[in-house]
């Protein structure tokens, strides 16, 4: 059946199966189950925000955002001088998302990727985390993204899995088993082409970071 299905079915497939899981998207990936508390990843984020350079005042856009797991981890970064932009396609995600995070200085935004609504050169950094490899179209998805970064601008992309991990894992899941990370050196090539200065590039079981400042 996935063989004859085209790019606009995958993509609304895809789309579909996001929104059905907004509600449950916390519980599935951050909740550890024998404590109840959302904690399942908390070392991972402390390293993943390690990396990533964000000061208080700073204009961060969360791309792919989902339920917001990185909001109160961006907002304790940037304080409330800064401004956080939220963006998703699906808008069930956004929903959810806007519903935990009433703090005044987020703006969420329900758009595809590829036509975020942000005035070019407006961020201080960019978060893609744990989305990129769904993106339809991820030359145009990094040169939109690079486009609302300022100059020095960080623009980060991260997994909790290694990149053969994610693959396999997209692989065996229906919705998304079109969904690949590139490898290292398309990769690296993609990020070139858009103006981007790669600072560490860490592949390795259980944890994916591309980070790089805008040049
Ligand atoms: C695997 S989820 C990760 C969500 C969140 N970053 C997290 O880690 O909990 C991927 C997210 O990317 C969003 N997404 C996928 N393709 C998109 C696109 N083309 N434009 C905007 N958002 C997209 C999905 O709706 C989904 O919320």
Redo the contacts with the bound molecule.
């Keep these: 059946m996935e063989m004859n299905m085209n790019a606009d079915e995958i993509y609304a497939r895809?789309?579909e199966f996001?929104?059905e899981h907004?509600e449950s998207?916390?519980d599935m990936?951050?909740k550890d189950q024998s404590t109840g508390r959302y904690d399942k990843h908390a070392k991972d984020f402390e390293r993943l925000f390690s990396k990533i350079d964000l000061k208080p005042g700073d204009r961060v856009l969360?791309?792919?955002?989902?339920?917001?797991?990185?909001v109160p981890l961006i907002l304790e970064r940037i304080t409330a001088a800064g401004c956080l932009f939220e963006?998703?396609?699906?808008e069930k995600?956004i929903e959810v998302n806007k519903r935990n995070h009433p703090e005044g200085n987020i703006q969420f935004i329900t758009?595809?990727?590829?036509d975020a609504p942000l005035p070019p050169e407006s961020c201080d950094a960019v978060i893609c985390?744990?989305?990129f490899p769904?993106?339809?179209d991820k030359k145009r998805?990094l040169e939109v993204l690079v486009k609302v970064l300022k100059k020095n601008g960080v623009f980060a992309m991260s997994h909790f899995s290694s990149s053969k991990g994610i693959n396999e894992h997209h692989g065996n899941c229906r919705a998304v088993m079109h969904d690949m990370l590139p490898d290292e050196d398309a990769m690296l090539a993609m990020l070139k082409a858009t103006g981007l200065k790669v600072k560490d590039f860490v592949d390795e079981p259980g944890f994916y970071l591309i980070n790089t400042v805008k040049a």
């Design positions: 895809r789309r996001f929104n907004a998207w916390a990936w951050y969360d791309v792919g955002c989902g339920a917001g797991v990185l963006l998703d396609y699906s995600m758009a595809d990727v590829v985390f744990s989305c769904h993106f339809h998805a």
